[in-house]
């Protein structure tokens, strides 16, 4: 059975409905398929309820009725058919220029290249060799690495005022190019994305992303799948860049349904005033699993540095909000960053999460390292092509 797919605005074409594909596309879009049909607006859902015709529009008439405000749609707005959806790998990576619907967010957005990430799981129990120790600020717990994909990518800027579950539009920062050891540049619109929130399309158009380095990324090529080839400035973009793009570990832990998730990255050394200053950036996903509403209200980090300090920070929120997490919008991210005079130091903590009725519980934010690369080569010098 044939079935339309619709976020925001955007018509996609589903060639067949199965059971798993059903149940991520209800993410932020609309899911069409005989009389049962699920809207997207302003990144809510409402739906009206029918008898379902299959298995997936079963799932779709099981889930429970969702509103969500829909005052800021532009008016008369028609939906344009942008593509067709593919059914996701559950093998093998995505190539360069796979266009996607990511699962959680639901922005357009395009494959630059992967990344081969270990996964530091503290939910997953067993103990191998190839675990490692994590002790700072919990109980100690050997954690196993696994290796997992992830995706260096290109965020649709026509979607990015639309992502409310984000406190700012994904970026990738680097260190400015002058002595001013705190200055800090971002490239807007590039993201870290794992590979099971990957929903892939395909499209016609030649330009289907709007982003100022898509056409100096890709190139359109019809005569392959994907139809979009990799430009040598972002082979060469991604080698000069590599120390400061390079995803290693993802730390992931659950407390109470609400799982945080962190990618911490080197950004690299300044000199400041007869000392080293060394930076990363770390970005932070929550996402409740469960039912009930919740809200973030505080969060207190704990920060060792190998030089022997430890410093505490407690604070409202993060980055002057104070997200709620429910089953219309389960997730939020951020990214922040911190500098020590070391090169190598450890965070952990945790978050104030309050419940509808008042009463709140401590979310653990797992353990993770903050490592310099291991060789001293100086940060990019300016963002160049």
């Known amino acids: 059975m044939a079935a339309r797919v619709v976020r ?7 060639s067949k409905c199965n059971k798993n594909f059903a149940q991520r596309l209800l993410r932020g879009m609309e899911y069409n398929c005989g009389q049962v049909q699920t809207r997207a607006y302003n990144w809510g859902l409402s739906r009206t309820r029918a008898r379902p015709a299959c298995l997936a529009c079963a799932l779709c008439s099981s889930l429970q ?29 995505y190539e360069t220029g796979q266009l996607f619907l990511h699962g959680v967010f639901g922005y357009r957005g395009i494959v630059l290249f992967p990344w081969q990430a270990r996964l530091y799981d503290r939910d997953v129990g067993p103990t191998t060799p190839d675990s490692k120790t994590e002790s700072l600020g919990h109980e100690s717990k050997e954690v196993k690495g696994k290796t997992h994909t992830y995706y260096q990518v290109l965020i649709d800027i026509r979607d990015c005022p639309h992502i409310s579950q984000r406190s700012q539009t994904e970026a990738v920062t680097f260190l400015a190019n002058h002595d001013d050891s705190r200055a800090l540049y971002a490239i807007p619109g590039l993201d870290y994305v794992s590979h099971e929130d990957i929903l892939p399309y395909s499209s016609t158009e030649q330009v289907p992303i709007q982003h100022e380095l898509f056409e100096r990324f890709l190139i359109f090529n019809p005569s392959k799948m994907p139809s979009f080839s990799p430009r040598d400035t972002l082979q060469a973009w991604q080698k000069k860049n590599h120390p400061w793009l390079e995803l290693s570990d993802v730390h992931r832990e659950t407390t109470e349904n609400i ?6 990255f080197y950004m690299g050394m300044r000199e400041a005033q ?4 060394y930076w990363w950036r770390y970005s932070i996903r929550l996402e409740n699993l469960g039912s009930d509403v919740v809200q973030l209200r505080e969060r207190h980090w704990r920060i060792f ?10 604070g409202r929120g993060v980055v002057g909000r104070e997200p ?10 951020y990214s922040s960053h911190v500098s020590l005079q070391a090169p190598s130091g450890h965070m952990w903590g945790t978050f104030r999460i309050e419940r509808t009725d008042g009463s709140h519980f401590d979310v653990r934010i797992p353990p993770f390292s903050l490592e310099s690369n291991k060789d001293d080569k100086s940060p990019p010098a300016g963002y160049t092509l």
């Open 324 to 333: 709620v997490l429910s089953k219309e919008q389960p997730a939020f991210q």
């Open 259 to 264: 799982r945080v998730t962190v990618i911490p």
């Open 65 to 93: 009725t969702r509103f969500m405000s829909s005052r800021n749609r532009p008016d008369g707005k028609v939906l344009e058919t942008v593509g067709v959806l593919e059914a996701p790998k559950q093998q093998g990576k």
């Open 305 to 314: 540095s190998l030089s022997g300090t430890l410093e505490t920070v407690r």
């Open 274 to 277: 007869n000392s080293y200053v």
């Open 8 to 14: 925001r605005g955007l018509l996609l074409t589903v």
